[in-house]
Nanobody
Framework: QVQLVESGGGLVQAGGSLRLSCAAS????????MGWFRQAPGKEREFVAA????????NYADSVKGRFTISMDNAKNTVYLQMNSLKPEDTAVYYC????????????????????WGQGTQVTVSS
């Protein structure tokens, strides 16, 4: 079992930055591929960013490429999502997820690959 707790959300003006954190507890953190997803009001949850179990591979949704960066601190069992140049359309609840079945070098964009999910943190970007 892995428990995931997100933090760092909040209200920011367009063009601003936020850094989300996802602290993991439980089984060995390094065994899991990690991902960030988001769900805006009235929309389905969608992929944002992922990092592979090897930590050498990353993957981003086209809508966030060049603005968002996913990173890890294995010593702290924490995954981060640095979000720069935020836009109103980035407003959503952001979830982190962990998957143990993802292959070593793959940073998966598929929700079905993830076994554990956090409760989410709200990000609101005002125009």
């Amino acid at each position: 079992q892995v428990q995931l707790v997100e933090s760092g959300g909040g209200l920011v003006q367009a063009g601003g930055s936020l850094r989300l954190s996802c602290a993991a507890s439980g089984r060995t953190f390094s065994s899991y591929g990690m991902g960030w997803f988001r769900q805006a009001p009235g929309k389905e949850r969608e992929f944002v960013a992922a990092i592979s179990r090897s930590r050498g591979g990353t993957n981003y949704a086209d809508s966030v490429k060049g603005r968002f960066t996913i990173s890890m601190d294995n010593a702290k069992n924490t995954v981060y999502l640095q979000m720069n140049s935020l836009k109103p359309e980035d407003t959503a609840v952001y979830y982190c997820a962990a998957g143990s079945r993802i292959s070593w070098t793959r940073a998966s964009q598929y929700q079905n690959d993830y076994d554990y999910w956090g409760q989410g943190t709200q990000v609101t970007v005002s125009s």
